[in-house]
């Protein structure tokens, strides 16, 4: 939420930006859809920079893969929700 990044952050504008990461399995090589809810002003997907849209697409590979999202550290979203189909995203 909005006010627990402020609260941390009190100066974030000093700062190289703001950023959310997660990581997901994919079974296999291939281009994956991703729904991003929340806006984001950049992304790189395993270190490979990608266009963030309300639905954008980049390819994956099999195993662990990692999404990196940069957030406008001004003004961020009040909520960040991102998913894609056949996706398990990791939760620790």
Known sequence: PREA???AFSTRNNNRGLFAA???EAAR???VTFTLAGGA???WLN?????PAAQFTAEVKPGL????LQLD?????TALRLSAGEMSFRTE
């Open 22 to 24: 997660t990581q997901f």
């Open 5 to 7: 990044i402020e609260g």
């Open 47 to 51: 270190g490979h920079q990608v266009t």
């Open 73 to 77: 550290a001004v003004n961020p979203p």
């Open 29 to 31: 090589r291939g281009k």
């Open 41 to 43: 002003t950049g992304a």
């Open 65 to 68: 893969n990692t999404l990196v």
